[in-house]
């Protein structure tokens, strides 16, 4: 079956660094996506890899590792306001998302 | 510029109704996407449109039928609802189908 792994939850301080990991087995792979969620909101677009390496975007970078089925999102310099649940998806050889349930982040001041 | 929404974004029924959720998107995006989400799962695919008149289904299609009638509807009707499809729904459209998805901001639903 497919699998996308990732922290339930996790609690970091305000101004600090947190990554988030995320581990998956998919029929295939086609990119994997990183979206941001607000409680009570939609879920909005934050990165995309589909070749290894690190994508950079301001505070926010992600990494993929094909080999390994691996993938971490890294948020810097942490604001009140990135408290939320962190969405990581898989595009499998179908083009369809698989999900995983998403790391709820808590940010402490 | 709305991009995409959703209608209505609360609603309760009982169980047996018919439900229709409605999903608007203003991009001309060629997919669009039902999706659902219950706490401690991920979103799961209900069903996708890859244009008008074309559809499939996804994970989690029983219990659903939706239809394409022109490209920036994509409305999702629950036939005869059931407790168990009490969660929120998500309407996502992309450009492509291996592009970006763009969500609307969800319907709530309760079935009694």
Same mark, same amino acid.
């Given at each position: 079956?497919?699998?996308?792994?990732?922290?339930?939850?996790?609690?970091?301080?305000?101004?600090?660094?947190?990554?988030?990991?995320?581990?998956?087995?998919?029929?295939?792979?086609?990119?994997?996506?990183?979206?941001?969620?607000?409680?009570?909101?939609?879920?909005?677009?934050?990165?995309?890899?589909?070749?290894?390496?690190?994508?950079?975007?301001?505070?926010?970078?992600?990494?993929?590792?094909?080999?390994?089925?691996?993938?971490?999102?890294?948020?810097?310099?942490?604001?009140?306001?990135?408290?939320?649940?962190?969405?990581?998806?898989?595009?499998?050889?179908?083009?369809?998302?698989?999900?995983?349930?998403?790391?709820?982040?808590?940010?402490?001041? | 510029d709305a991009g =995409?929404?959703? #209608?209505?974004?609360?609603? $309760? @029924?009982?169980? /047996?109704?018919?439900?229709?959720?409605?999903?608007?998107q203003t991009w001309?995006?060629?997919?669009?996407?039902?999706?659902?989400?219950?706490?401690?799962?991920?979103?799961?695919? =209900?069903?996708? #449109?890859?244009?008008?008149? $074309? @559809?499939?289904? /996804?994970?989690?299609?029983?219990?659903?039928?939706?239809?394409?009638?022109?490209?920036e509807?994509?409305?999702?009707?629950?036939?005869?609802?059931?407790?168990?499809?009490?969660?929120?729904?998500?309407?996502?459209?992309?450009?492509?189908?291996?592009?970006?998805?763009?969500?609307?901001?969800?319907?709530?639903?309760?079935?009694?």
């Amino acid at each position: 079956g497919q699998n996308i792994d990732q922290p339930t939850e996790m609690t970091a301080t305000e101004g600090a660094i947190v990554q988030i990991n995320c581990t998956y087995q998919t029929s295939g792979f086609n990119g994997l996506f990183w979206y941001q969620q607000h409680a009570g909101e939609a879920p909005t677009f934050l990165s995309y890899n589909v070749l290894d390496g690190l994508e950079e975007k301001g505070r926010f970078s992600s990494f993929l590792s094909r080999s390994k089925g691996y993938s971490y999102l890294l948020l810097k310099e942490l604001q009140m306001k990135d408290s939320a649940s962190y969405l990581c998806a898989v595009m499998d050889s179908n083009y369809q998302l698989i999900w995983g349930a998403g790391t709820k982040l808590i940010i402490k001041p | 510029d709305a991009g =995409i929404t959703q #209608s209505p974004r609360y609603k $309760i @029924t009982e169980t /047996g109704r018919q439900v229709t959720l409605m999903c608007h998107q203003t991009w001309s995006h060629s997919y669009m996407f039902w999706y659902r989400q219950d706490l401690g799962h991920g979103l799961r695919l =209900i069903y996708y #449109s890859a244009a008008a008149d $074309i @559809t499939d289904k /996804g994970e989690v299609p029983d219990g659903y039928v939706v239809s394409r009638s022109k490209t920036e509807n994509f409305p999702l009707t629950l036939e005869s609802a059931t407790r168990s499809q009490t969660s929120v729904y998500f309407c996502a459209s992309s450009e492509q189908v291996e592009e970006t998805q763009y969500f609307g901001p969800g319907t709530r639903l309760l079935v009694l």
